[in-house]
Every structure is written in structure tokens, then in C-alpha cells.
């Protein structure tokens, strides 16, 4: 995906969110603006929702650290490994279809 810029996301919309833990709505805060860097706000909405869940409890830990902070270059680069995994494709397809 490449570098990504930061920026805060102040509202996070839609039903299920609902089920997202308070760590993955912080991860969520950080992954949405790097999505949008690829995707429009939609689809970007939900390639960083797919992102969040298909990543492992310790990774979300990591990125929800940067809630309202420009991630580093270890997040981006966290960033860029979650998107490549099989998870997020088959989420993503599924939010889309």
C-alpha cells in the first residue's frame, strides 16, 4: 500500500462496530485514513474494518497505541503485512458483494 499520511478520525459509523472491542475501535482510528489514502471513504471504511479483525490481539494493541497520533514507519509497515493476508481479501470481498 505504501506510505500512508495520518489524520484522526473523529466518527465511526454502522452497525457492526458495534462488536469491535474498545482496542479495535482504536485501531480502526488509526487504519481508516491509511485506507483512505487507497480507497474511497466507503471501501475504505471497510478494507480498514478487515484489517482490524484480521489482525492478532498483539497487533491491535500496537496500532491502537497511535489513536490520534501519525502512526510510525513500524505501524505503516504492520499496516502493509495485515493487508497482504487471505483474511482480509475474503472480509473485504464479502463487505463489498
Known sequence: MGYF?????????GAA????????LAALTVLSPLAQEQLDPTN?????EC??????????????AFAGMAPSPVIIDLAN?????????SCLTEKLS
Open 5 to 13: 499520511a495520518a489524520a484522526a478520525v473523529s466518527w465511526i459509523g
Open 17 to 24: 462496530l458495534a462488536e469491535f472491542s474498545q482496542s479495535q
Open 44 to 48: 475504505a471504511q471497510s478494507l480498514a
Open 51 to 64: 484489517m482490524v479483525l484480521a489482525a492478532k490481539a498483539e497487533e491491535v494493541s500496537r496500532i491502537a
Open 81 to 89: 503485512e495485515i493487508i497482504q493476508r487471505p483474511t482480509v481479501l
